[in-house]
């Protein structure tokens, strides 16, 4: 399937992931339509904003959806909650699985060609003393088991049902996407984090992809059409010391250099708790965070190398030297499309 002068219909446009493909789309002369809500910042330069069909709305309305929705286009959905602060708990079921249902519905009705859905490696699951995870994990609730995660999982069981009633779909679970984004949002506080001069570190690992493989891997499979599958995205693990040793190096900065103990952990959490009570202020840390940021856990990302020979993993210390030269050079979401067309 050619993307050029294809109607693409994608959610999530303003966030990490969704900018890029619509830089991507217009490139490759795609009619792009984006979904986006009133108040969201756009990230784009007035040229390029210019080109894309804006569409005001929210994927939880049911009729204006099915109304702006392009016939026969493909759809990308990269919108999602993304929250471990309980008092989200609502917020996340309703964007996650009740928007994701509407949109398949929609997608259904306008018969779509191709439904490419950005889902998480959160939706496959995890278990306490688990390492080793791939596409096969069976779903099984636990104390490591977030809302957030719950919403994933049942987000990606809608995407299946649409599969089910006839229409092409292909899931992409990536690991922590790394990109140039805001620094107040998304992986980028991490890099934030190190800029700051923070002294601390958990214990736990973490598994990360650079966004600009997640774009090729969503643009290769809709081109290639393939459907009914569904592939983590993982370049690596690496432990949260060893992460941030790396970003500090590139930034000329001190990294972190003492370890959070679980038992640190575990107080922190409820004290962030107990400020964000009095405060009303969104806790920085929850027990939900505290707990996975001691974990380690091993995503297995080599499946979709067997449906893409030629697709490869961007080496960490690539992406890391390629976010902190446009952090250090602007503060903010940079503008330019070279950025996306280039590794």
């Known amino acids: 399937m050619k993307l050029s002068a294809q109607k693409v219909f ?56 099915a109304e702006q929705l392009p016939e026969g286009a493909v759809v990308i959905h990269a919108a999602a909650k993304v929250s471990f602060n309980p008092k989200d708990k609502k917020e996340l079921y309703r964007t996650n699985i009740q928007g994701t249902a509407t949109l398949i519905n929609a997608c259904l009705e306008k018969k779509c060609l191709y439904f490419l859905h ?33 919403s994933k999982f049942h987000a990606e069981m809608e995407v299946w049902r649409g599969y089910a009633e006839g229409l092409p779909v292909g899931v992409l679970n990536p690991s922590l996407i790394l990109g140039c984004g805001d620094l107040h949002r998304s992986s980028t506080q991490l890099f ?32 290639n059409e393939i459907t009914g599958e569904r592939f983590i995205l993982n370049a690596g693990t690496i432990a949260y010391r060893d992460f941030f040793g790396m970003v500090a190096q590139a930034l000329g900065k001190e990294a972190p250099r003492y370890a959070v103990r679980p038992w640190m952990s575990e107080i922190a959490w409820r004290l ?49 030297r390629w976010v902190v030269c446009h952090l250090t050079a602007t503060p903010f979401a940079p503008h330019n499309t070279s950025m996306v067309l280039s590794k």
């Open 118 to 150: 950005i889902s998480s490696v959160a939706a496959l699951g995890r278990t306490p003393g688990q390492e080793h995870i791939d596409e096969q994990n069976q779903w099984e609730e636990n104390k490591l088991t977030t809302h957030y995660a719950r």
């Open 10 to 65: 994608i959610t999530g446009a303003t966030g990490l992931v969704g900018q890029y493909f619509v830089r991507r789309l217009l490139h490759e002369g795609s009619e792009v339509w984006a979904l986006h809500r009133p108040q969201s910042k756009l990230p784009f330069s007035e040229s390029e904003q210019k080109q894309i069909r804006w569409i005001e709305g929210d994927l939880n309305d049911p009729i204006a959806l």
């Open 192 to 223: 934030r984090y190190v800029m700051e001069g923070r002294k601390f570190y958990p214990l736990g690992s973490l598994n990360y992809v650079d966004v600009r493989d997640v774009l090729e891997a969503g643009i290769r499979l809709i081109e």
């Open 272 to 320: 962030s708790a107990l400020y964000s009570f009095i405060s009303g202020r969104a806790p920085l840390i929850t027990r939900e965070t505290a707990r996975i940021s001691q974990e380690h856990f091993s995503y297995d990302g080599s499946k979709i190398q067997s449906f893409l020979p030629n697709f490869r993993y961007t080496p960490l210390a690539d992406t890391i």
